[in-house]
């Protein structure tokens, strides 16, 4: 590609309202333009750096045997009231509107409701289970705060997958491997080092959630870590209960400040209970499905690598995710001011 095609210009200085170093740095270097508060576009060089995250995710995603699917970013009302999370009292991120014929609708926070529901038109035996699905689609999330740049967006790209298992063994077995595989991704883009899995609130399906949080000065989290251990625990779970269970002394524990860049969660078979998702095993009894859920923000992971990732002189990208891996600039000739990439 030469560079005198690219209609994208770099800026010397960012736009005013924009107070988050990776927003300020993707402006001005051309990557992204600002629309409103949390929600960006994505322009040539952004793009593909966008691109090459999610190939580098999408061989990690199949190398467990996980398949490829894009869902509707438009979400039914009373699919979600079955499970109590349509409500703005339950959950505060959603859009809504309605259709002409003032049919409520929905757009996609997260798909755990509707890719459950159509797994029941394919999952009736012991046979057909397990069963992996992951998709990259763009999110929509009604975020009270969006001052983070493109690490917290109203809009933004997601990888999530799901997994359907026949019981709590075969459930485990694959959660543990999307940890593996989330760490393969961790260490291919270049925040490995610096990333921890981390123990924070399982909400009302578990006693813990997984996340992956990485060290950045320009987070909004922090963690508390046991190197020695390798345990790590989110700030808003630490107690004296927890770290009992855990096994860990708060004096052994150092605080950083990190970023989010990926969750796994452990729904059990609640929400196959509450959507009837069942499968009829050898004796024709009706078990209920596991169901985990396993997501990276895309976008969110951009911003965290150029928090990173930076100096005084712009954005120092990974070679695994740079947009170009070389820049030649000719120095003689009638062309000398056109560059090639």
């Given amino acids: 590609m030469k560079q005198s095609q690219l209609f994208t210009k770099t800026r010397r200085e960012a736009p005013k309202d924009e107070v988050s170093k990776n927003a300020e740095l993707l402006i ?73 014929n003032d049919t409520e609708i929905g757009f996609g926070w997260s798909h755990e409701e509707p890719i459950t529901d159509m797994m029941r038109n394919f999952v009736t035996s012991f046979r057909d289970l397990p069963v992996y699905v992951y998709q990259f689609q763009t999110k929509l999330r009604n975020e009270l705060r969006a001052k ?128 009837e998702l069942f499968y009829n095993d050898n004796s024709g009894n009706k078990i209920p499905v596991w169901l985990g859920s396993y997501g990276i923000g895309i976008t969110r992971l951009m911003g965290v690598i150029v928090e990173k990732f930076s100096d005084e002189k712009g954005i120092v990208w990974p070679s695994s995710i740079s947009p170009f891996k070389i820049h030649l600039i000719l120095l003689v000739g009638k062309d000398s001011t056109k560059a090639k990439d």
């Avoid at 994505?42 to 869902?71: C, T």
């Avoid at 009373?78 to 349509?86: A, F, G, V």
Wanted: hydrophobic share 35%.
């Fill in 148 to 275: 983070s740049g493109i690490m917290r967006g109203r809009e933004f790209v997601m990888k999530d997958l799901y997994s359907y298992s026949l019981d709590e063994k075969s459930h485990q077995e694959f959660y543990d491997k999307v940890i593996q595989a989330y760490f393969n991704v961790y260490k291919r883009v270049g925040v490995g080092e610096d990333t921890f899995i981390t123990f924070a609130s399982g909400g009302a399906f578990t006693e813990f959630s997984h996340e992956f949080q990485t060290i950045a000065e320009g987070g909004e989290d922090y963690i508390y870590i046991n190197r020695e251990k390798n345990i790590a625990i989110n700030e808003e779970i630490l107690n004296d209960e927890t770290l009992q269970k855990l096994g860990v002394k708060k004096d052994d524990l150092e605080k950083v400040k990190t970023a989010e860049v990926g969750n796994i969660f452990n729904f059990g078979t609640k929400k196959s209970e509450q959507l």
């Fill in 28 to 100: 001005r270097a051309g990557y992204i333009h600002k629309e409103m508060a949390g929600v960006y576009a994505y322009l040539p060089l952004g793009l593909r750096v966008i691109e090459k995250i999610k190939n580098i995710i999408r061989e990690e995603m199949n190398a467990i045997e996980s398949q490829e699917i894009i869902m509707t970013a438009i979400q039914r009302k009373e699919l979600w009231e079955k499970t109590d999370r349509w409500n703005d009292r339950d959950v505060d991120v959603w859009f809504k509107s309605k259709l002409k």
